[in-house]
């Protein structure tokens, strides 16, 4: 298996010849900051903000401050392997690209470059339903690669039943429909700075090549764009979302079906009433609902009710490798990292987004090893200890 924390330490020291303003960043942290330097302060804001007072953002990382590893040692840990399987297909890492939207706010190329440096590093982008690239493109981009489509449930039936028939057709492995948004947070940072982001026309590729969608239009979306943001404002998301509709999917079709957003045991219980494939512990990176549970404090109880009878995933400050070994401690069978790829996509595009991936598996990989694991399948609870 690769031994990501060598190489990847090997590939940044050999950057010792160049200019320090030619590297790039190493650190959550740095990523962050030069984005910040790069990208219009509207833009940096919806990225970087949350709703309300941004509390859940802080819990979620405060939870892993609390969560604190006790390796073992004397393990043989000198070949690792980071692989999982998720419904029958053997991913090389436990990592994921989460859902981002309107990507070509941070970079010309958009979905695109993150499509394109996922393939490169074996792993799976999770393509958002308001994505400035269509299904179909990503997907040529990506080729063999491993993706999945979320799914926004909006209230137009026909344009949903429309979108999950083009992710079949495309190779997308699985469908993650996000649940925990039935409406647009309170979110001050864009309220200040006055900025809609539809309003750019950024969040429309996967709408104006669906047919569903295009049948309800007067005329093509080039003679009229102003009447496609309307139409997709009034049915791109839908309030009135139940568990009936997530079984409306499920039966809809074979790709396995996730729900993403679940914080609490009794959803999860519910999501395995309603047959679901797979769960993901997430609080949309804190954009929506100000004062939730952080994600990694809610994900042992969700872990408890499903008895790893499906996938139990995670989101939601995911920034480091010893991030992601507690989470798969506490239960995670894999986790989805977003706004740290983001960051390196403003910054460097696909080379970017590349870094971003190859650090944090790195980082894993060491921690790992430091831990006493030399699989995935050896993390468990017992590898962690709370603080409180």
């Known amino acids: 298996m690769p031994d990501y924390g060598h190489e990847v330490q090997r590939e940044i020291y050999q950057e010792a010849r160049l200019p320090a303003a030619a590297r790039l960043p190493i650190s959550y942290e740095e990523w962050k900051l030069k984005a910040r330097e790069v990208l219009p302060k509207g833009i940096f804001d919806y990225i970087a903000g949350g709703a309300g007072a941004e509390y859940t953002i802080r819990a979620n990382r405060e939870a892993f401050y609390f969560w604190r590893i006790l390796p073992r040692v004397l393990v043989d840990v000198a070949d690792r392997d980071l692989s999982v399987n998720l419904f029958g297909y053997r991913y090389p890492t436990p990592i994921l690209l989460a859902p981002v939207d309107r990507q070509e706010l941070y970079h010309a190329e958009g979905e695109l470059a993150t499509a394109r440096a996922a393939a490169a590093t074996g792993v799976s982008f999770v393509l958002s339903t308001f994505a400035t690239r269509s299904i179909e493109e990503v997907a040529v981009v990506m080729g063999n690669a491993p993706r999945w489509f979320q799914l926004y449930f909006g209230s137009d039936r026909d344009v949903v039943v429309?979108?999950?028939?083009?992710?079949?057709?495309?190779?997308?492995l699985a469908i993650v429909v996000t649940v925990d948004r039935p409406v647009h947070g309170w979110r001050e940072r864009e309220l200040r700075n006055l900025y809609p982001p539809v309003i750019f026309n950024r969040a429309v590729a996967n709408f104006i090549t669906d047919p569903a969608f295009l049948a309800?239009?007067?005329?093509?979306?080039?003679?009229?764009?102003?009447?496609?943001?309307?139409?997709?404002?009034?049915?791109?998301?839908?309030?009135?979302?139940?568990?009936?509709?997530?079984?409306?999917?499920?039966?809809?079709?074979?790709?396995?079906?996730?729900?993403?957003?679940?914080?609490?045991?009794?959803?999860?219980?519910?999501?395995?009433?309603?047959?679901?494939?797979?769960?993901?512990?997430?609080?949309?990176?804190?954009?929506?609902?100000?004062?939730?549970?952080?994600?990694?404090?809610?994900?042992?109880?969700?872990?408890?009710?499903?008895?790893?009878?499906?996938?139990?995933?995670?989101?939601?400050?995911?920034?480091?490798?010893?991030?992601?070994?507690?989470?798969?401690?506490?239960?995670?069978?894999?986790?989805?990292?977003?706004?740290?790829?983001?960051?390196?996509?403003?910054?460097?595009?696909?080379?970017?987004?590349?870094?971003?991936?190859?650090?944090?598996?790195?980082?894993?990989?060491?921690?790992?090893?430091?831990?006493?694991?030399?699989?995935?399948?050896?993390?468990?609870?017992?590898?962690?200890?709370?603080?409180?």
């Open 162 to 172: 429309s979108m999950i028939r083009r992710a079949e057709a495309a190779g997308y």
């Open 216 to 388: 309800r239009l007067a005329r093509p979306p080039q003679q009229d764009m102003q009447a496609v943001l309307d139409l997709i404002a009034h049915i791109a998301h839908n309030p009135a979302l139940t568990w009936k509709d997530i079984d409306f999917v499920r039966r809809l079709t074979k790709l396995p079906v996730l729900v993403k957003g679940v914080l609490r045991p009794g959803d999860a219980q519910l999501a395995l009433e309603y047959g679901v494939s797979g769960i993901i512990v997430s609080n949309h990176g804190g954009r929506h609902l100000d004062g939730a549970v952080a994600a990694l404090d809610a994900l042992p109880g969700v872990v408890d009710v499903v008895k790893k009878r499906i996938p139990v995933l995670m989101d939601s400050g995911i920034r480091r490798g010893a991030d992601v070994v507690k989470a798969l401690a506490l239960g995670a069978s894999a986790v989805l990292l977003g706004r740290p790829y983001v960051y390196g996509l403003a910054v460097a595009g696909e080379r970017g987004v590349t870094r971003v991936i190859r650090n944090l598996l790195a980082d894993t990989d060491i921690t790992m090893a430091n831990s006493g694991a030399r699989t995935i399948q050896n993390i468990d609870r017992s590898m962690v200890v709370h603080a409180k």
